[in-house]
């Protein structure tokens, strides 16, 4: 293999501008228009992530080899003025000959001992093997009809692009290639979280983890260290030695190999360099929710909206949460900003949800929160109590609609028969009717707690929730019927329908008129 696609000089990473144009950009143009660039422009929301990671690494290296220690009063000058475009461009061409897609020895974020290896050498797998929108293997795709034994080719552009989101992404499983099973990325079943500038550099400011202790391990990146050897990829799962690490551990390795036209069709695909998970060290990316057993990572659940687990995206909103660290890493920037602090800090989600081996889902959302969520802990409380209220008053009108409609089924009072309701409750539209109606009132609400009306935001809120679950309940009885049983269950339970609406929003029948200012205090 010659040395073939420089990552510094060759277009493939896609960026935006501020007119609209997406362009393919290399590093070291990428960099040198970090100020003119809006955002990264990859569709697949892995790849996305991925790619402002590798930015982020690029950059933390480039600062720490050129300050070493710098202060968060720098950070707050390279967020107004722009990034140091002579030390991150030394830095770039000090490692070049590390950032070639096609090299015989070092070729980028992939490993050259799988071309000679005994138990990899003779075995291709087709470049779909690294995509997780692509059929392979057994896990077919929807629109996908990509065959493992024909595989088309794809530009070294695109083969890099999906092999960057692969590794941070991918799940655990079988590998059945230098050991039967391999952890999962960095990233796995995670909503990744990421803080958004004007324009890239702002945003890689932002999100940038702190300078290196002077005592501190080297935190380097993969194209930094050798490249491994076999052994070391049956070697057991390693922790990351800080962000930079995790923003670039080659998960599986993989080596692609290139056609006589340049482009990719086929790879070796073994496992790769195991990333062990340290409680005290989560990723900075990730944020966490409280579960049954303690806290869980942000993952992006069927039919659950992002905004309802807003206070895992808040720091400062309480014991049943967790901030990614990248926000910290923002609210430390706000505050040296001074005169120059925006309104509003606006965040982009971003992942795949995951079942073990199996991909279920990708998203990506972004959510424009008041500066002063961010920075107040006394606001990100409030905010966390008014969508508990909203989750409180939900489950209470699903056990209630569940029981309506057990009332309507043979048996009403039957274990199954409830079981029974619930499930066909959980099926039907009560949920998205509901919170869909909320979320209307979302961006207003949160401006309301961000400029410190309360008592409006309150007011608001519990009228929105009202309508809400006015028109949820609406839509379970449309779809009772109008059978003599149906009839009977919504007499019964109209009432305690309108019990509970005065008991948890403390407001009459006419949701515009407040009876309790105490209560919404």
Known sequence: ????????????????????????????????????????????????????????????????????????????????EGLPQAEIRGYLETWRERFWLFHPEQPFMQVAALATAEETRDKYKPWTQIALASASGNAPMVFDHA???????????????????????????????????????????????????????????????????NDAEPDLP?????????????????????PNDRYTRLSRAVLLRREADGNVRWLHYAAGLALGEDPNAPDPMASFRAGSNGLVRLTF?????????????????????????????????????????????????????????????????????????????????????????????????????????????????????????????DAGPLAASYFAAAERALPELLDGIGAGALDEAESLWRGVLHRSAEAAWQQVLAGLGYSSRALRADARYWPRFRG???????????????VDKEAMS
């Open 147 to 213: 065959c493992d034994l024909t595989p088309t080719a794809i530009r070294p552009a695109l083969a890099l692009a999906t092999l960057l989101g692969f590794l941070q992404f991918t799940p655990g499983g079988l590998v059945k290639s230098l050991r039967d099973s391999d952890k999962a990325g960095a990233l796995a079943n995670t909503a990744a979280v990421l803080p958004l500038g004007e324009n890239l550099a702002q945003t890689l400011c932002l999100a940038l983890h702190p300078a290196p202790r």
């Open 301 to 425: 659940s069927e039919g659950r909206a992002l905004w309802r687990d807003l206070p895992a995206l808040v720091p400062h909103a309480g014991a049943g949460s967790q901030a990614a660290a990248v926000v910290q890493n923002a609210i430390g920037l706000h505050g040296n900003l001074a005169h120059f602090e925006p309104v509003h800090q606006p965040l982009l989600v971003a992942g795949l949800a995951s079942d073990q081996a199996k991909l279920l889902r990708w998203r990506l959302e972004r959510i424009s929160l008041p500066s002063a969520l961010l920075l107040e802990p006394d606001k990100a409380l409030y905010l966390r109590g008014r969508l508990e209220l909203a989750e409180t008053l939900f489950l209470e009108l699903r056990r209630l609609a569940s029981g309506m409609l057990a009332e309507t089924l043979p048996d009403p009072a039957s274990k199954d028969t409830r079981a029974r309701a619930r499930s066909l409750v």
């Open 500 to 514: 509970l609406l005065k008991a948890q929003l403390a407001i009459s029948d006419d949701p515009t008129i407040d």
């Open 1 to 80: 293999m010659n040395k073939d696609f420089c990552l510094l000089d060759e277009p493939w990473l896609l960026v935006r501008f501020a007119d609209g144009r997406v362009e393919e950009l290399g590093l070291l143009e990428v960099f040198a228009r970090s100020g003119e660039i809006v955002a990264l422009a990859d569709t697949a929301p892995p790849n996305l992530v991925a790619h402002y990671r590798l930015l982020l690494a690029i950059t933390h290296r480039a600062l720490s080899e050129a300050f070493g220690r710098w202060r968060e009063k720098d950070r707050a000058r390279w967020f107004r």
């Open 222 to 242: 993969t194209w930094e260290r050798e490249s491994p050897s076999i052994a070391a990829l049956r070697g057991e799962p390693l922790l990351a030695t800080g």
